[in-house]
């Protein structure tokens, strides 16, 4: 994709908030609510200022009484407040949200959720602006560049790629103390499969340490891409638990294959192959569709996982194993609900213990129409 003008990644930010906030009601929310704002954008503020409110109003413009049942936040630094009485018909309500701003420097985006009385009403909202970090991250080196509560950090997501299901792979991130006390690591909570080595649990001022996380692929127990989370537990006053990500891409190994076992093995087809177009579909509408999955090698066909990349899509099929020369139903289910009124094009990742091609990508097309 080609841009003519360079725009700042915060207006790039902001103008897709609008744009998802803007198609995210649906028809039922624009005869019953009526918001002034979905979006509120802070600007700057100090992270000294503790935390920082809005306020988003909207009036029922329905003819019948409405309430808020709930207000749901995408992160724990947003604390909600709400109208908790009835609202009558032209009546107005509110949805105050509150932004935590210490030991949180640097740009946010955070959504609130707001559910309603009645079924599938509910309406998105986003507060968004910048953090003016306190004077004493300026001793911070210029690579630990996500703060998060009083600890830096060089990275908050370690990554494994192409990480095989018989090796252990290692990944290096720092933390780094910018507050004026020592912030000691008391436990480690993580899955199984990860092993976290923090070097030292006791980080001085303007200390850092470094954080070796250990992934082995035969334990994860699931092949395509995977993502975890494990927490550091300390006595950081400004939140004492730091959740970080794992992110890993995991294959099998077929390298100690010989040309025997390769050409007795199996071979995983699609049908029908190339992009498939499911057409116009009217917004709500949840129907089915049927792909084949054709095993043409040798040897059993074991397939590893079947992931979509939308919550919109689920699969159903009746076995993971397929004999050779035999061929086995996939049904897909869509899901249009909450979906916008757009053409949309999702995706299916499918593993296998096929050796030439492993990893299969299915190409969805959708038209939602009113």
Not at 1 to 29: E, R, Y
Not at 126 to 144: D, Q, R, T, W, Y
Not at 202 to 215: E, F, R
């Amino acid at each position: 994709m080609k841009f003519d003008v360079i725009l700042p990644m915060k207006k790039i930010l902001t103008l897709m908030a609008i744009a998802c906030l803007s198609l995210a009601a649906n028809a039922q929310m624009l005869n019953v609510v009526k918001f002034k704002k979905l979006l509120h954008d802070f600007g700057s503020v100090k992270e000294e200022s503790e935390r920082v409110s809005t306020v988003f109003s909207f009036q029922n413009i329905s003819q019948a009484p409405i309430c808020i049942t709930k207000v749901e936040t995408s992160c724990g630094c947003t604390t909600p407040e709400y109208s908790k009485d009835t609202i009558m018909p032209g009546d107005t309500g509110y949805v105050r949200a509150i932004y935590e701003t210490r030991g949180r420097g640097g740009d946010f985006h955070k959504n609130l959720f707001v559910y309603f009385n009645q079924k599938d009403l509910f309406q998105s909202l986003m507060i968004s602006g910048h953090v003016i970090p306190e004077a004493n991250l300026a001793s911070k080196p210029n690579h630990f560049s996500t703060t998060y509560s009083n600890l830096a950090f060089t990275s908050t997501m370690a990554e494994f790629p192409k990480l095989y299901n018989n090796q252990k792979q290692s990944y290096k991130m720092k933390a780094y103390n910018y507050m004026g006390y020592p912030i000691r690591i008391y436990e480690i909570q993580a899955p199984e499969f990860l092993e976290i080595d923090v070097q030292d649990s006791l980080i001085d001022v303007n200390d850092s340490i470094t954080i070796t996380v250990t992934i082995d692929g035969s334990k994860v127990g699931a092949f395509g891409e995977i993502r975890r989370r494990f927490g550091l537990l300390t006595d950081d006053p400004a939140g004492t638990t730091k959740i970080l990500h794992v992110f890993a891409n995991v294959k099998e190994d077929f390298s100690k294959m010989t040309a025997k076992e390769k050409k007795m093995a199996p071979i995983f087809e699609l049908q029908p192959t190339g992009v498939i177009d499911l057409g116009k579909h009217s917004a709500g509408e949840k129907f089915a569709y049927t792909v084949t999955l054709k095993n043409t090698g040798k040897s059993p066909l074991k397939i590893h996982s079947i992931v979509p990349n939308c919550s919109c899509i689920s699969v159903q099929k009746n076995s993971m194993t397929i004999e050779a020369g035999q061929t086995a139903p996939l049904v897909l289910t869509v899901d249009t609900v909450n979906q916008s009124i757009a053409n949309h094009t999702k995706y299916i990742t499918m593993h296998s213990n096929d050796p030439n091609k492993s990893e299969h990508k299915l190409k969805i097309i959708v038209n939602i129409t009113n």
